[in-house]
């Protein structure tokens, strides 16, 4: 579980606060905290732009709000976006932050040195996780590809279902972590 500190900082931030920022120290404390960046060679790096020479074609490297990016010698092993929590009930925000996601693999493809890379959206306290393989470029969760003629929800609520205050969240959560950091020893 979760310390009692953090949890207390998830529990000050207002839950229908428009303000994304208000998630930046706690998301930060805990992925420094996690990766034990004070005894170990990760770094926890926020708003990491890549190299124009590293970026995929097409693919804008800071048309985000915040990411944060676990890196081992300057080369990214995680990352993890930040949203605001009533992004979630919002189909555009969803698709946008989605779409996010996806463009993050992208940019990050040539320089991953891991064979998998993980990543997390957040939007407040819940969780939605992403993954590629670095063989394939296959991203999970399956891109859904949107009707032309009507709306269609391509990205459900429920992808963020997990909470990172609750045990089952932050056990999923803390699964991803472990997963990079045995990738990271094997290399």
């Known amino acids: 579980m979760l310390s009692q500190r953090i949890l207390d900082m998830f529990a000050r931030i207002p839950p229908d606060t428009t303000i994304e920022n208000k ?16 005894a170990t060679d990760y770094t ?32 990214p092993v995680f990352f993890l976006e930040i949203k605001p929590p009533g992004h979630v009930n919002l189909i555009s925000t969803r698709i946008a932050a ?12 040539d320089v991953v040195p891991t064979p998998k890379l993980h990543g997390i959206s957040v939007m407040g306290q819940r969780l939605a996780f992403y993954s590629m393989e670095k063989a394939t470029g ?9 009707a032309e003629n009507y709306v269609t929800d391509t990205v459900p ?31």
Do not use: C
């Not at 989605?98 to 493809?109: A, E, H, V």
């Not at 296959?138 to 949107?146: C, G, N, T």
């Open 23 to 38: 998630y930046y120290g706690v998301y930060d404390k805990l992925l420094n905290g996690v990766f034990d960046t004070s």
């Open 44 to 75: 926890v790096e926020p708003q990491y732009a890549l190299p124009e020479a590293f970026q995929a074609p097409g693919v804008p490297s800071v048309d985000f709000v915040v990411t944060y990016v676990v890196a081992l010698d300057d080369k």
């Open 98 to 109: 989605d779409t996010q996601m996806r463009n993050r693999f992208s940019s990050f493809y």
């Open 138 to 146: 296959h991203i999970v969760p399956e891109r859904v590809q949107p």
């Open 157 to 187: 609520v429920n992808r963020w279902k997990l909470d990172i205050t609750t045990e089952v969240g932050h056990q999923q959560f803390m699964a991803v972590v472990d997963a990079v950091k045995s990738m990271v020893a094997a290399l």
